[in-house]
């Protein structure tokens, strides 16, 4: 069962070509010299360039350099990260010494944070910015993608090969079981809602990847309790480009990808279902056998081309510095049928008034979506429909598709229908439009320049239609008696309208006098999330109302919450070593009820610049900072609008009560939790911020502890004592711990070649310490959770001492030839009778440790890189084996289907409804995953004069994986591995041009 | 400096004035949810709600057929989770009078082969459907206190009506009651006197306890439900109460080791004395216009092709049939799911009509219990076609859903309840009306026969076997069986009984169903069932 997914990366050979030529440099003026920093110590790495020309070099470990110049007594620039740029004259055969400045720019670099911004060197809490020439290269659908592998504590998974589908975020490891996992993610200053959009797979799909700027991920409570009761699963702050003053710059880029998928799930062949059946079956079933091998994975997935292009404007007119953007994306699915079309316009304006006073930033961005989904259903369809049937029937029923019939030519009701059909056949198209602006005004006071007056005002709206439209003839819709009446015409329609302002006074002062800088916020937030859910009935394919059917009760739902929050920051440098960060948030939440609608949520943390104090004199440490934090965080996303009511709901039409000559709609309550209140989550985090060697290696170490109470459980109730027999209540306490650690190496930094390597990893742990309203009540042995096909009840447990997910099955007993047993289990607690208490605790699904490792190599105009990641210790439920690995999946239903190859090897008959509860199908799914590997090409300014720049990439996405996971694919978040839209390998080639 | 602490301070002030002016918006209710004070404001409300109490009886959910009134967690198939249907599966498919052809998941595994444990889904799925229908009702009750319909504004006849409601309301959980006590033996009792949503724990009484209860409440409501037959039709009256009283006496010796057949007796004889009478035909019992037979039947269970649909219920008894093409079962067509073992069709003979055997393409003998179809006979005892032949005028267009209504209570159990009382020894009876009413229902099932009415005994295994002809599918085998001491044991083996063709004795706990684990883990007070 050991299979190794690998692939050597086909641009390998290529840049090791590149890399053996074109070495040429003509000797003119050899002009040397040493470059120092402000107390003498020599520089690696700068710069050093001929003023006028492109010729350039680079210092070595000593500080000293070489250069040819055109003339004999240049002038030369020398610039370095951290210092200013300086000019300096020389003279062939004179050596110079130049002593470079460190640059204030850098000391004050500022980095996003909730609510403003800070200084990077005050920073005390755990954050990570990435920014636009580290994102990840290729065809990126959805923005989350572009950072995945390159944050510490952070984990992107995708949920699929579908364009635009979203991923699963998770920042270190979440901090809930039953309401949401999910950062807040704030786009210019909007927190976006949790909930999707209706006809989008992603909500995050309608920001243009190429339009971000920046990501910044806030990680622990020092960052995030800003945030309140929603900071507690991390916080990821998205920034656009902005407009830069200056002359009109046209970026344009355009990218063609293909993708194709790299496996197949193992099913038997139609040779192979003919053995079976003629083997074990019944006549019935052998009378049934069809004389094709249809493969039909192969007939539903297709080579998917797609192109992404994109172009931009940016410049000053006057003193209004703009960007404008238009991108129109056409992205195909290598399911058949799949695909989405995007057109995405986004402006920036970005003017500063009043003699500087007031700075404007206004953001309007708009993406309108066209989708026809594919119905997934056929991914599962593919792998279990009669591979001995062929596609098309040479009739013209059913569209021509071959489908399931009785003797007298109607179709079978209930039977699996041809998943070629089902794709071809089904018309599901959206068209979502959405809307996120902004205007943000902060002015600095006239008479008081150290303060600052900021508003936010932003939008995010968004309408979307669509509809599902299947034929008559359809098999899926198709009505046996009257195919008139068949077919689906099905719409839907949804709004949504988040309004967002925020209003907050900043007051900076340098304090000389005791050495000491304050940064002071206090503010105001108001975010209120509507949406109008329209009802519509049923219609078939002609049109006319699905009978039995009535008019929906409510034409329309409108689900709406409020947040209220005020907060305030307090950072406090002293002597520039020590640093104090404080924040307080007080939220209130229209989703609980009375009495639990505020809270407050508290940090604080504080940061001592070690190097200042104890490696001032270092030329080995170049930075080193220590951070220690506090705070406590909410959650409440995930919480139904108003779960703390018990509800009654109107029944439809066809659910109705007959008394005497009248049916009466009837009403029923939902089950509810008066209770309810949001998660609150503990953490703690202490790190060391570190740069050696002139800042050549930098990186940081975090460690962290977050424990969140009153957590979310859905509690079974007693039953009789609740409408429903489960409730989500707040009875859970829940421990994650971690350590990331993360590295950054400039190995090479010469003036033609440079390599630079990021390296990181996230242990993180997670442990349930409590699930019942009475503390460690022996009597529960933890919530029952993940539904996988085929299975009675549920595999995972999350259990008092264990982590979530931990997978919860029988010990499947082998025969001496080491083949599974069917339904045989060990009896672990030796009663005499098998049952679930003989179900043991087993692996986790959650991997233990997660790396990312990603490499940019550039070559004068070449350059190179890629990004893998890993995961290690992370288990998967073959669902596909489990499901379909048995005899009764060929012929235990009144049409024969297929099995997964896994029958062959244990000829399980799937006469017992407890097989699928067996470990024998958890696995190790530890993977390396190389994500990307690109190469690009940069043929620099072209033309005379003109500054005309051309770029080539190619890029290969998911080139390879190796694991020993046996299934289609070893990352899925969630652990449950059953018809996976396959994640394809794609080749993207993209110019990208710069006027 | 001045201006900056009064910036400083005016920064609170001016949170503090938004924080005032908005948190009115944090109070948010639903546009479109009903809150308990919205839907019991009105006559109207009360009665809808009630609807639910009996809806719940026959549909998934409130949605649809594919809805559900219960949590993923107890059944991941809601269309499969329906009242009857799950009742079904555990009181005729695990005898002689059913099995099943298919084992995929949302199959009823083990359930014939007498192998089942406590995450088995048709026996979550009755235990929650029943503390479901309870909950509603408890909470019925409390929404209908004297008290709550004066603050209400309720008064007159519309407070006279929703006191009916109530007894109404005490029937429905009176009767889930006794299905978790015949089922489960010793449920935990939860009343309208806990609060709905508290954290108590419901206590275990004991099968004597819950039988005490039950029979204390029906007593009770006795006599102020409405006489028989003057209530609408779908809802219970007093017959109804009488006849649950009559099933549960039969068994008393089964639920509280004390046998009390003389309480049989009498309210047998109450039902009886109540002027129903037998319908002619047998054929026409279960049929799509079977409301008309409101002479035979006391309460009936009410399904609609368009307005009560559901995958379950008599749907599932027109579908479920194997081989039995859809023009004879009013329908689309048939699942090939049940067969009749090769035991019970023994049962009748050429001359009774009321197994309605459907043998055209089926082999009599249930030689494979799994994968065929064809092994084993079938029946058209439920058919969704109207007395005249037609198919159920309310059909909906997929003919899936049937019209059939399923009696819970009708005549001839009250007969058999009788007989069977006087032989085990009940006064208040005597041996000549129980013949006289075996012989009524004998001529009925033998139209052909000139000798129908010699054909009955007043002997008890010919009661036994004569339950077995008479109410097949009904709902009643397996605690017949029980109660005849023939259901676990060796005295009466049936096809695939303990998964052997030829039928093995099994294990005595199979008496009882196990407590689903979820409520063992909920309610640490619970003690399981022996064996499981």
Known sequence: MKKTTKKIPKFFPVLLLFLLTAFSALAQNAITGKVTDSKGNPVEGVTVTVKGTTVSSQTAADGTFKISAPTASPTLLFSSIGFGLQESKATAGNAVTVRLIESNQQLNEVVVVGYGTTRKKDLTGAVTTVTAKEFQKGNITTPEQLIAGKVPGVSIISNGGQPGSGSTIRIRGGSSLNASNDPLIVVDGIPLDANGISGASNGLSFINPNDIETFTVLKDASATAIYGTRGANGVII?????????????????????????????????????????????????????????????????????????????????????????????????????????????????????????????????????????????????????????????????????????????????????????????????????????????????????????????????????????????????????????????????????????????????????????????????????????????????????????????????????????????????????????????????????????????????????????????????????????????????????????????????????????????YAPSGFYAALKWEETTTYNAALDYGFFNNRITGSVDVYYKKTKDLLNLVAQPAGNNFSAYVLANVGDMENRGVEFNVNLQVIKKRDVSLDLNFNTTYNRNKITNLTPIKDDPNYIGQLTGNAAGVNGFIFLNAVGGPRSTFYLYRQIYDKAGKPIEGLFEDTNRDGIINDKDKYKGQSADPSVFYGFSANFTYKKFNAGFVARANFNNHMYNNVFSNLGRFNQVAGAYTIGNASTNYLETGFQGSTDVQTSSDYYIQNASFLRMDNINLGYNFGKIGKGQNFNIRLIAVVQNVFVVTKYSGLDPEISGGIDNNLYPRPRVYTLGVNLDF | MKNNIKILAAIPLFAFVLITGCTKKLDLTPTTGLTNNVVFSTPLGYKQALAKLYGTMLTTGSQGPGSGDLPSQIISDAGNSDFYRNLWYLQCLSTDEAGWTYSNNTDPIGIHQLNWTSVNFSVKCIYYRAYYIITLCNNYLIESTDDKLATRNITGQDATNIKLYREEARFVRAYQYSLLMDLFGNPPLVTDATPIGSNSFPQQVGRAGIFDFVQSELQAIETTLPEPGTNEYGRVDRAAAWSLLARNYLNSEVYTTIPNYTEAITYSKKVIAAGYSLHSDFKELMLADNELNTNEFIWTLRYDGLSTQTFGGTTFLIHGPAGVPGSISGSSGTWNCIRVTQQFVGLFDNQDIRGQFWTSGQSLIMGTLLGDATQGYSSTKFRNVTRSGAIAPNIDIDKTFSSIDFPVFRLPELYLIYAESVLRGGTGGDNATALGYLQQLAVRGRPTDANAAAFAELNLQYILDERGRELMWEGHRRTDLIRYGQFTTAAYLWAWKGNVASGTAVDAKYNLYPIPSDDLTSNPTLIQNSGY
């Open chain 1, 238 to 666: 998205i920034t656009t480009k902005k407009g830069k003053a200056g002359g009109l710059k046209v970026n344009f880029s355009s990218n063609t990808s293909w993708a194709e998928i790299t496996k197949k799930v193992d099913v038997l062949t139609g040779d192979q279902v003919r053995s079976v059946i003629n083997a074990g079956g019944n006549a019935q079933q052998k009378s049934q056998l069809g004389t094709a091998n249809t493969d039909w994975q192969d007939a539903i997935y297709r080579t998917a081309v797609s192109t992404d292009n994109n172009i931009s404007l940016s410049g000053g007119i006057k003193k209004l510095p703009y960007r404008l953007s238009i991108g129109y994306a056409y992205l195909n699915g290598v399911l058949i049928t799949d695909h989405l079309e995007r057109q995405s316009a986004s402006l920036a304006l970005n003017p500063v008034l009043l003699n500087n006073h007031l700075k404007v930033d206004i953001n309007v961005k708009a993406i309108a979506q066209k989708a026809r989904f594919a119905d997934q259903g056929a991914i599962g369809g593919a792998v279990s429909f009669d591979p001995t049937q062929p596609i098309y029937s040479n009739t013209k029923r059913f569209g021509g598709y071959y489908e399931w019939l009785e003797s007298n030519g109607k179709l079978i009701l209930n039977r699996p229908n041809n998943p070629v059909g089902l794709l071809e056949q089904r018309y599901d198209e959206q068209n979502p439009m959405r809307s996120i602006g902004n205007i943000q005004l902060d002015y600095k006071f006239h008479f008081l320049p150290e303060l600052h007056a900021n508003v936010n005002l932003g939008y995010d709206v968004s309408k979307s239609t669509g509809n599902v439209f299947i034929s008559d003839s359809a098999a899926v819709a198709y009505k046996n008696d009257n195919p008139y009446q068949g077919g689906v015409k099905n719409f839907n329609k949804q709004r949504k309208l988040n309004t967002v302002f925020d209003f907050y006074l900043n007051y900076v002062k340098d304090l000389s006098r005791i050495k000491s800088r304050i940064d002071l916020t206090a503010g105001y937030t108001y975010n209120n999330y509507y949406a109008k859910n329209y009802f519509y009935r049923g219609y078939t394919a002609n049109g006319d109302t699905v009978l039995g059917t009535k008019n929906p009760d409510f034409l329309f739902d409108e689900p709406e919450n409020t947040l209220i929050g005020v907060f305030g920051r307090l950072v406090f440098n002293f002597r520039d070593k020590y640093l104090l960060t404080a924040t307080v948030r007080r939220d209130g939440s229209s989703r609980f009820a009375e009495g639990n609608k505020w809270g407050t949520f508290p940090s604080v943390a504080l940061g001592w610049k070690l190097k200042e104090d104890l490696f001032k004199a270092s030329r080995v440490v170049s930075d080193m900072k220590l951070r220690v934090s506090y705070g406590i965080t909410g959650q409440q996303d995930g919480i139904g609008n108003y779960s703390f009511l018990s509800s009654y709901f109107l029944s439809s039409p066809n659910s109705s009560t007959g008394f005497g000559n009248t049916y009466l709609q009837t």
